[in-house]
C-alpha cells in the first residue's frame, strides 16, 4: 500500500475514513471563523498591527486548507458543494496573501541589494542569509540605511521601495474591500455552515482516506519525476539564468514546473494532515517545501527587479544594480532548485 | 621526503641535478628562438595568420618557463644574470599576452550575453560551455549574429566589441613595438646565450633539484591552504557577488589569494616538468589549473563588463544587460572556485 510506503512506522496508518474528514474540516472551518473574527476586531488597517497581519494569515492558512481538503477528498464529499467553494476560498487566500508577499518581496531585494554591496545586514534585520525570509522583521529600509550603498544600488533599492510599497498598499486596499464584499460573506457564511456541518456522500464515514492521500502523494511524485532534477543537482548549472537577457519579457517559463510541484507538495502535506493530525511535518519534506517555497520567491523577486528595469527614464547605473540584482536572484532560483533536489533525493532514498 | 609524497611511483625520482637543468634550460632557449624566427618569418600582423598566433604563442610559453625555472630553482643559478633575466622574461610574456587575452575576453563575454538571450551557440562557435575558453575560435560577433539578442543585449554586446577589439589592436601595435625594442633584442640575445651556455654554480652539477621542486610545491600548498575551500567548496555560497556593487571600483580583492595560487601551480607544474620531462601533467592537476584559469578569466571579464556599465552615455537597457552579464560571470568566478576546491581535494586525498 502506497500510504505504508510513505509512513510505514505510523500507527494510525490505515484507519482513517470520511469522519476523520469531517473533523478536520469542521476544525478548519471553525480556526477560519476565530481568526475573522480577529481580524475585524484588530481592525486591518494599512500596515496593520501584528495582531491584525496574524489573523489574516490564519484566515489565509485555514482556507488553503479547506480547499486542498475538498481537492484531494472531493469523492467523499457533495460534488456541487465542493466545486462551488474550491475557487471561492482560492479568491480569499489569494487575495490576503498578496499584501504579504509585496512586502515579503521588497525586504528580499532591499536586503540582497545590502549583501552585493558588501555592507552587514540591515540595522535590526537578520542577517542575509540564503535561506526563506522569515516573517517581515520591520518596515522597508530607510534612506539611512542606503548610506552605505553605491548611487546605482540606491537608487534601484528607491525604486523598489516606491513600486513595491505601492503595489503592497494597493494590495491591502484590495483585500480589505474584498473581505466586506457581498462576495466574502457569501464565503464566510458557507465555512460558518461548514463548522458544524461537513457535507459528506453517504458512502463517506466508513470510506477510508488513505487510497485518495496516497493518488495526492502519487501526483506529487509523478510532476517531481519530470522535473529536470538531474541538471538541479549539478551545481552551478547556469540553467536558471538561461533567458535572463531574452527578449520574452514574461516570467521565465522554466519555473512552471517548480511552482506547480510546490502548489502538489502543499496538497501532499494537507492531505497528510488530515490522516496524522498534528504530527510534525517529515523534516525532509519540509526543507524540501521552503527550497521550494525561496525558489518562488527568488523567481518573482527577479522578476521585480527586470520589471522596475523597464521604469522609464531610469539612470544607467540605477539599471546597472538592477540587472546585478536580477541575475543575483536567478542564481538563488538556481540554489533553491539544488537545494530541492538533495532534499528529495535524501528522502527518497532513506524511505526506501 | 615530500617528493615522494607528491609522486611515489615516479621511477626517475631523487636522480635529477643542475645537469637536468641546464638541459631544460637550454631546450626552452633554443624554443624561443625558434618561435622568434617563426613569428618574424610570419610578419606578426594584426589580428595575424594563425602561424603568427602559434609563434607569439610558443614565445610566451618558453619564456614563462625559463622564467619560472630561474625562480624556482635560483639557487642552482647565477644570480646576478638570473635576478636581471627574470623581470625582461616577464615583460615579453606579459606584454605578448594581451593581445590573446583582450580577444579571449571578448569572446566569452559575446558567448554569454548569447546564452543569456537563450540563444543557441554563435555560428561556426563551440557551444557556450562552462568551460574553459579554447583557442580563439573566429572573429568577433557580427551585428547579424546579434539578431537574436534584446536591444539592451545587443547594444552591450556592441560596446564591448568596440571597447576590448580598440584595447586588443593597441596590445597588439604595443608587441609589435615591443618586439622591435632594443630592449626586446638584448633580452634575445641573452636567450641566445642560454641556448648553448648555462650560467650554474659551480656546485650545481652535482646538487639534486628534487628538494628545491618540493619547496614549490610547499609554496603551492600553504596557498591553497590559506584559501577559503570550506566555502568554496559550498555551492551557491554566493561570495563572489559580495561587492558586486560595492563602491569601489576596483576587481575584486577577494579574487587576488586565487589569482596567486594559480602563479603558484604554475611554477610547480613546470619545477615538475624540468624533472620529468614531457611526462603528461597529472590529471587531477591539470583539472585544478583549469578551473583556476577559468576563475582568472570569468574575474576579469566581470570587471570588463563593470567597467564598460561605467561608459558615458549608455541607455539603461544596456547597462542593464551588462549588470546581468557582470554577476554572470561573477558566478562563473564561484563555480570556477567550487571546481577547484572539488579537484583539488581529490587529489589530496588520492595521494595519501
Redesign the interface.
Known amino acids: 500500500m502506497a500510504q505504508q510506503h510513505l509512513d510505514p512506522t505510523d500507527p494510525t496508518a490505515g484507519t482513517a475514513t470520511g469522519d476523520a474528514l469531517a473533523g478536520y474540516l469542521r476544525a478548519r472551518a471553525t480556526e477560519f471563523l476565530r481568526a475573522l473574527r480577529l481580524h475585524r476586531e484588530t481592525g486591518g488597517t494599512a500596515g496593520g498591527g501584528e495582531e491584525s497581519v496574524d489573523a489574516a494569515r490564519a484566515l489565509r492558512r485555514s482556507a488553503r486548507r479547506i480547499s486542498a481538503s475538498l481537492h484531494t477528498y472531493r469523492p467523499l464529499l457533495d460534488a456541487a458543494w465542493a466545486e462551488s467553494m474550491r475557487p471561492e476560498l482560492a479568491w480569499v487566500s489569494g487575495t490576503l496573501a498578496l499584501e504579504h508577499a509585496y512586502e515579503a518581496r521588497l525586504e528580499r531585494l532591499l536586503q540582497a541589494?545590502h549583501?552585493?554591496?558588501?555592507a552587514t545586514a540591515l540595522p535590526g534585520r537578520p542577517a542575509a542569509a540564503?535561506g526563506p525570509a522569515g516573517p517581515a522583521g520591520g518596515p522597508p529600509a530607510t534612506a539611512a540605511d542606503r548610506a552605505s550603498?553605491?548611487v546605482?544600488?540606491a537608487k534601484a533599492g528607491a525604486l523598489l521601495d516606491r513600486q513595491l510599497t505601492l503595489a503592497r498598499t494597493r494590495a491591502h486596499s484590495t483585500a480589505l474591500q474584498a473581505l466586506g464584499s457581498s462576495r466574502f460573506h457569501a464565503v464566510a457564511d458557507k465555512v460558518a455552515v461548514l463548522a458544524s456541518e461537513v457535507p459528506l456522500v453517504p458512502a463517506a464515514p466508513a470510506t477510508e482516506l488513505h487510497p485518495l492521500a496516497a493518488a495526492a502523494q502519487e501526483r506529487l511524485t509523478d510532476a517531481v519525476a519530470a522535473l529536470p532534477l538531474l541538471t538541479a543537482g549539478h551545481?552551478?548549472?547556469?540553467q536558471a539564468?538561461?533567458?535572463?537577457?531574452?527578449?520574452d519579457p514574461s516570467p521565465h517559463p522554466q519555473d512552471g514546473p517548480w511552482h506547480q510541484v510546490r502548489l502538489l507538495m502543499r496538497l501532499h502535506r494537507y492531505a497528510r494532515e488530515v490522516l496524522h493530525g498534528d504530527t510534525p511535518v517529515d523534516a525532509r519534506l519540509l526543507t524540501a517545501g521552503q527550497a521550494l517555497n525561496r525558489h518562488r520567491d527568488a523567481s518573482e523577486a527577479a522578476a521585480a527587479a527586470a520589471q522596475a528595469?523597464r521604469t522609464p527614464r531610469?539612470?544607467?547605473?540605477?539599471?546597472?544594480?538592477?540587472?546585478?540584482?536580477?541575475?543575483?536572484q536567478r542564481?538563488e532560483v538556481?540554489?533553491s532548485r539544488?537545494a530541492f533536489q538533495r532534499a528529495w533525493l535524501k528522502e527518497t532514498v532513506e524511505a526506501v
Do not use: C, K, Q
Open positions: 541589494l549583501r552585493l554591496s558588501g540564503a550603498l553605491t546605482g544600488a551545481p552551478y548549472n547556469a539564468l538561461v533567458h535572463g537577457l531574452s527578449p528595469a531610469i539612470t544607467p547605473a540605477t539599471a546597472y544594480a538592477l540587472g546585478v540584482l536580477h541575475a543575483d542564481h538556481e540554489a539544488f
